[in-house]
């Protein structure tokens, strides 16, 4: 009898020990899905279903990497080869499947630019303008965008927000100051002296060089970026270039890119590419690391005041090393410090040593405009060296850069993300949403710009950006609102120093060696290099 009624209590307490497992167990599968599906499908179709009640039409969902490795397989083929004639109409080779998408799904659709990551398509320029200026706080950059950007210049201001972003910034805003930076001019002009100085020893022939201009102004713009942000280090950052040049091409080419965005962690793994990234990164933060402890030991000896005032003492000065209050806010380690060169040296020479190779391609396909801008620097300058008054003088040049900023533009695109729900120009944009703005595509609608859109015209700038177009937004080179390029002015400075020194010693046209094309890695540069044929001028010997 009593065994049996033990019997009986222990079935049933085995049947609630059942029932409760498999509760568990469904509990347990239904979050593991959850988590699973909700980032990856639930609520990307959420996003999408939002937008399509809304009229606007999506490219079908794609797992891994979205439409992403298939935009980079158009874009491989769009580049395979040189363009057949000299144009400008250079969108269908950057962003080549902007024109089919557009001609099917209208000119905001949504597509996937990454791992479920819906992604609306944005050529409004008043859009444009809320999503940069108005309501930036509602958006911050992509995830993909900074796994990329991480991979290559690491953890800096492309890649933080909020108040960290802030705190950077603040410090970086500090380099580029007015009176900082009319003190640069005079080592923009050594430098770009010494650079057609040495034009001059090359082989000759009657009193012509011919000038890879690509790589001569990409070692231009890192020599004054060097001495005027990071002192007196100019041969270890000439390396420190080299190595730059090297890892651009490994994690900023199609198929790395792919690999980072579709695959997470991808970048932890041992492939040969990874080993080789790392072997470059290690040595470009040694030499950084020689530069910050160089620096820190003259301070220390009492040789600087403050680490110094260029922006690497800057830097310093609010870093661990600094020795004076932070007001609560957190010093930067000299690993931040690190980081943030990174950064600064890409966007601080990349940039505009190819404002300055599209210009001068510019203006050998236009000699018109090249003769225009020489007579204005031979006027303004006058036989006397260039200071920051004549720069204010130079309306044709500066004309031109706007015009070449407008064409070539160094940024192709922009992407954000939505981190709060909000409604831009009456659409509702979710929380999680990416917008991308295809700068390259707005710089040249014909809308904005006229039937003459695709033509070389600085003369449309005559009357400043207003009058050049019908909504001045449709001009962003240098992006617009708090996240706007920090280097604008001391770029725009260092591309008249230099260019108007080559006008008043040479005249150029293109080699007949040249290829037109173009392709992005990390700005948009000269697919096939760009050989140049200099004169020099008699009437500067
Ligand atoms: C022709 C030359 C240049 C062009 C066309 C250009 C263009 C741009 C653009 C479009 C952005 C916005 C990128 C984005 O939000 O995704 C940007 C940001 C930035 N640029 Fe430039 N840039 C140039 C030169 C420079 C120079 C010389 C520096 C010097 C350090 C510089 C430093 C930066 C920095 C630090 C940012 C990030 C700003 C932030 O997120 O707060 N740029 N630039």
Known sequence: MSS??????????????????????????????CIILEPIWWKPMRIVRKMQSQGIK????????????????????????????????????????????????????VFWLGTASPTLNVVDPEMIKEILSTKSSCFQRAASEKKVLNEFIGKGIFTIEDDEWTHHRRIINSMFHTEKLKGMVGTMVTSTDKLMKRWETLDQKDSCYEVEVCEEFYKLAMDIFSRTAYGNNHKQLKKFGRLQVE???LVLSPSQIVWTIVIPGYSILPTPNNRHINRIKRNMNRILDEIIQARLQRAESGKLRDYGNDLLGCLL????????????????????VIDESHSLLFAGHDTTANLLTWTIMLLSLHPQWQE???????EICNGKPIDDEKLRGFKIVTM?????????????DLTRVAVKNTTIQGWIIPEGLQVWMPILQLHRDPEQWGDDALEFRPDRFAGGVSKACKNPQSYIPFS???????????????????????????????????????????????QFGMPVIFHKLTSFE
């Not at 307490?13 to 599968?29: C, D, E, H, Q």
């Not at 015009?403 to 160094?410: D, G, H, I, T």
Request: glycine fraction near 8%; charge should be positive.
């Open 317 to 336: 000065y609010e870093s661990e090393a600094g020795d004076h209050e932070t007001k609560g806010r957190k010093k930067l380690s000299i690993n931040d």
């Open 4 to 33: 049996t009624h033990v019997g009986t209590g222990g079935w049933a307490g085995a049947a609630w020990w059942v029932i409760l497992f498999t509760a568990l167990t469904v509990l347990f599968i239904k979050y593991v899905i």
């Open 480 to 526: 617009c609102g708090q996240r706007t390029c920090v280097g604008q002015t001391f770029a725009m400075m260092e591309a008249k120093v230099a260019l108007s020194m080559i006008l008043q010693r040479f005249s150029f046209q293109l080699s007949s060696k040249y290829k037109h094309g173009q392709a992005t890695r990390g700005v948009l540069h000269p």
């Open 58 to 109: 999506a490219r079908p969902y794609q797992l891994l990497g979205g439409d992403f490795p298939e935009m980079m397989k158009l874009v491989e083929a769009a580049q395979s080869e040189p363009m057949t004639v000299i144009s400008h109409d250079i969108v269908p080779r950057i962003l080549p499947f902007l024109g089919p998408w557009c001609a099917s799904l209208g000119t905001i659709y």
């Open 372 to 378: 225009s801008a020489r007579n204005e620097v031979l």
């Open 247 to 249: 890892l651009k091409k």
């Open 400 to 412: 031109i850069l706007q015009e070449v900023l407008r064409l070539y533009p160094a940024v192709a």
